[in-house]
């Protein structure tokens, strides 16, 4: 039985963590931390069944802990410390934060305006996406869990551009997502009546801090444009793209094949677009592609997953499974 | 050209104002405070094409003003000094939060476990019902506005009490409010995860702090269990009630003549019930009457309304208009 | 491997009934059917990755099948031959309709003002509720699977009613469901600009169909007021009771011990409060129980469920699960 | 006073029409008609409290009329006698279809593929919007009201195809809309429980219906993706333009001050882009510029509008006030 610890666990992705960690049949749970509520059992601040005592990150204990889940707010202060001592421990660890999805720090530096706190970690952490980097998350001891909205964007476009299909590298990926990707952390963004029965835009363009990682792993330009739905979980990307004149559907969907054995993409059948429904509460990302003037190559992807699941909780197990050594899929079907 | 002020224009019970009195022909704004935005424009924390300056509260001059709101959350520390300085400027008052409503400062102490701040001032205070007590208002320096829930429940059970029809003084009233009863500021409770797709019951039975003014108007003895609805505006109350037995549905309607003159009243024709989308955007309160078992007195009412309008800054603009000698449906039709 | 089939395969509990048996290890389904969408795809018709072909009721072949769920419309004209060309071929029922959940032929005239059109059925009928019924349910060969409102009824009340607790044999039931309850035929009160950001009452009193079910399983005379929730899943239900004047709330608290084994029933500790959130996608029905003057015997129980699940289709296979053998809880945790 | 008379009074349109015209103070409503609520009054099918009788079409009288307004379904048959009849007998004719919108009949005959059914007419109506067509209007005996979708392109587009900015003829609309759009007839695409809490595309890339008119009115090849938002009203579309290289922001907002004295339309400041909060219940069309990388000509426009009122009934009072002599912007501020 192997042994985890989860810091963070208050928040919506540390609960999907709970919950899925709790039906893993070759887990236990060694600790589960909350700044606010330590002291408290989970269904003190959260509506649910499960039956989870929480302490603070002081009275976590790593004696006998095989891997970390850190699910700390971005820019937390407290991660880097507890990362570099769970390391120095041997006890591996998935964090869900951006700190260590960038590869190079000369790129980080660039697109943050400031130098990566911890330079070394970046050489050693992996990015957390099985679909493309399985055998290296096999061996990591720090894996950096993939942006949900990243996702959407990397796994549709990552075979295109991998079978040469690509023609216009600059690529419009236009995201709407629920509203549990903001967090449970208070803010006007995510109030009940800012929120409900409206829509809205924002940081469109070049600015959202995992354009970053999008680019990194599509190695294209992307025209990012993230939008608040009234929903509260599930990503749906519309993506716009350039393919080379020409380029058949049959074509297009070959590409796809890399995907043969994956057991949590979908492409889904000619004329079938996802939607947020199909894939809420599953691991699954779903891929529509649609041919609009394939004649000039145009084409659009409409790709959906659940931003809690495959965008982060359920992603975050998928990546200890490969760490830790039990099936891939366990405790995700 | 009277000149009112408004404190606490930030919220939604401010916002709600401010676009009243913008079409209102016989006001204009003076100031309008907002402790955090000072210094910006309304439009600058609310999506609104509306063009109001906001300032703190110390730059609110009270010269030449006629009447002020204030719209500050329960219990502000700042609302009493507020409330006092323009009382002796000879500036009327209309005031949102709870603190004038009881008109007993023995209830008061009673129900909220210490005395009352100000107990001079409950001796002028008004309580803000123009069905109930329109010639005191005109006559009132201040007026305490009416809380949302208790509207539901006086206006449809005042009308059977005076007619001497109810049995057991015991009523139930089970409420269930949009979340923008629960104000703009943040909280878990209102945060979008924790409010959309759920619903929940909180403080019922005997806990609710405007319990004591439902009791006050009605005379009655009763149970109130509010509940949380994931819209943002409208508040539906269910109330059970036992009438004297046999009286018949024509006898109970009777009772309702006397809002015959009433602007915002409405009973609805037999076999018709309210429901949200029916008052919405609106100054009415709609009542349904439905005979359950009427030999043994058993009735159900359902009765809507607005909260921001009816329950809040439109009953507060129908204030302003009796004491200022506006026509009363003035800017609210 | 036992052998199911599914009659109404394409409303939301068909669909929710699929999901759980395509996990469960016991049972293969042998045939769904869908009016309307015969010789498509569970898929073609539903956002979802299972894999279902549907057919007409007329290719359902009863050979081989153990058990089939009849998820038809109430007053469907086709479920009482079904019903009974399965009873005569020794395939065992579970019935989601209302037709068998009554007992007493005269109890179903007298409340539906019409004979019921086989009484003969009747007799070997077992309300599917197996917290009362267990034993019976296990040699059942027709089960009438229960309604979603009234198990909120029935189970808090149950209890107390067993105990002899209860003074008042009228309660009171104010129950909110959500829109899932009203099934996936079109209506307009379904559709969504009729239902989103409103909220209703309707057939409040004494007049709603499902009312027979919970006076006959409590004993009790019941005041039921259903409303409609602007959500998918859920219902919650505010119900207010009268036990004998001083029953403290340690007594009360104390009736529930007869669920002490029940996997699918939980009375919440002391001052919560069940919500929607809780139960949603769960088998689970939480009670919460509010004492509001015990010295006059008023309590409130407050309990939920998701009416899709232990409300319905989850119930559905909880009983197939009494019927076939298998372990109660299989594919329910 | 004006007469008008209205076709198709009992869905979302025809409802909103009603409101705007029983607050015009130059118009009186000469009858409404319903195919399936005639003899009933408009509160009986739609929860109002405004009292207006429907009729059957047979009872609809034109004597004395001097404007219809045809609400009827797209494609309705009993349209186009209707509409000639009325012209014959010289009333004026605001239509909602997209049945007169396109000028050429053979752009008709290109688009949907068979010749239009009354092509002489095409050449009397005049395209309804405004900002655009303001002097057409007031002379027009048959103005065809805007399309919803087609607004939020072309009021956004023109000023910069007018202004000779636009380098790239191909422009991505990005749109997302709420579920009145389609309408208050029954369909599983508008069913509460296929539309909430999920997010879907439809019709994307070049096959939309209205299509054609943002093509006509601004002479761009679009890329037109429609989306339906879990929201009642409005309609926010994200719309990808490539200007010509180094384009400023000064100089592309420049081309919107051919807006400067419409009433409805509005640039907001630098930096600030349109939610649907700020246009539902406004007859405002908000437009926000977003630079993403000027020196390619990259900029975003995200526009929004109320797509019942902008989008349609507002819209078409406006048009009927310039049609007869009105104030432009009488009933709709």
Same mark, same amino acid.
């Given at each position: ?5 989860? +810091? ?27 700044? #606010? ?16 005592? *929480? =302490? ?22 407290? &991660? &880097?410390?507890? =990362? ?8 591996? =660890? ?32 992996? +990015?957390?996406?099985?679909? @493309? ?26 075979p ?18 629920? =509203? ?6 208070? #803010? ?22 995992? *354009? ?41 969907r070959a590409a796809y094949g890399v995907y043969a ?6 492409l889904?059948?000619?004329?079938? @677009?996802?939607?947020?429904? *199909? ?19 145009? +084409? ?7 931003? &809690? ?25």
């Open positions: 039985m192997a042994r985890v610890g989860i +810091y963070g666990a208050s928040g919506y992705t540390g609960f999907e963590l709970i919950k899925i960690l709790t039906r893993h049949p070759g887990v236990e749970i060694a600790f589960a931390t909350a700044r #606010s509520a330590a002291g408290q059992r989970l269904s003190d601040i959260f509506p649910t069944l499960i039956d989870q005592q *929480l =302490v603070s990150a002081d009275e976590a204990n790593l004696a006998g802990v095989d891997l970390i889940f850190t699910c700390l707010p971005h820019g937390a202060a407290e &991660l &880097l410390p507890i =990362v570099q001592q769970a390391l120095e421990r041997g006890v591996k =660890v998935v964090d869900f934060s951006d700190t260590f999805r960038l590869r190079d720090p000369d790129d980080y530096q660039r697109r943050r305006g400031k130098p990566h706190p911890a330079p070394e970690l970046l050489s050693t952490a992996v +990015y957390g996406l099985p679909e @493309l980097h399985r055998d290296a998350i096999r061996r990591a001891r720090l894996v950096a869990n993939t942006g949900c909205y990243p996702l959407t964007a990397i796994l549709p476009l990552w295109l551009e991998r079978a040469g299909l690509i023609a216009d590298r600059t690529v419009i990926v236009d995201s709407k997502s629920g =509203v549990s990707g903001a967090g449970r952390s208070l #803010s006007l963004k995510t109030h009940f009546g800012e929120t409900h029965e409206t829509f809205s835009a924002y940081t469109i363009g070049r600015s959202h801090r995992h *354009l970053g990682e999008m680019e990194q792993e599509t190695g294209l330009h992307i025209i990012f444009s993230p939008h608040l739905l009234p929903v509260f979980r599930g990503i749906l990307s519309t993506i716009y793209v350039t393919l080379r004149p020409g380029v058949s559907l049959e074509e297009a054995g994956e057991p949590f993409v979908r889904l059948p000619p004329g079938r @677009l996802p939607e947020l429904r *199909l894939v809420q509460n599953s691991m699954h990302l779903a891929i529509g592609l649609q041919p609009v003037e394939p004649e000039h190559g145009r +084409y659009i992807i409409v790709a959906a997953l659940d931003n &809690l699941l495959k965008g982060a909780s359920g992603q975050a197990v998928q990546n200890m499974n490969l760490m830790l050594g039990f099936e891939e899929t366990t405790a995700l079907q």
